[in-house]
């Protein structure tokens, strides 16, 4: 059984930084493409960052120079470091794969505010 569990989050303020980690079992996380994903309220549940199998890493606009996203194989976790926060990027963060093919973690809160 897959499980992805995610934490790190906390309440950070602006221009803060954050790393946040996700622990895979079930699954090697070197063998998929894997993303964080971000939802705040009232929103859908957003990719904001994705690495493939072979470590080529993008990510949507608002977070690009800001976010790096990362992987440890010996751990067998994903990580997301973020830096220089700002309030919108407040939401729960989860991981999974870009297809979405496995069931989600709690996933972790962010809140960037003063």
């Known amino acids: 059984q897959v499980q992805l569990v995610e934490s790190g989050g906390d309440l950070v303020q602006p221009g803060g930084s954050l790393r946040l980690s996700c622990a895979a079992s079930?699954?090697?996380?070197?063998?998929?493409?894997m993303g964080w994903y971000r939802q705040a309220p009232g929103k859908q549940r957003d990719l904001v960052a994705r690495?493939?199998?072979?470590?080529?890493?993008t990510y949507v606009d608002s977070v690009k120079g800001r976010f790096t996203i990362s992987r440890d194989n010996a751990k067998n976790t994903l990580y997301l470091q973020m830096n220089s926060l700002k309030p919108e990027d407040t939401a729960v963060y989860y991981c999974?794969?870009?297809?979405?093919?496995?069931?989600w973690g709690q996933g972790t809160q962010v809140t960037v505010s003063s």
């Open positions: 999974n794969t870009p297809s979405k093919d496995f069931s």
């Open positions: 079930g699954i090697f996380v070197s063998a998929y493409p």
């Open positions: 690495i493939t199998s072979g470590g080529r890493t």
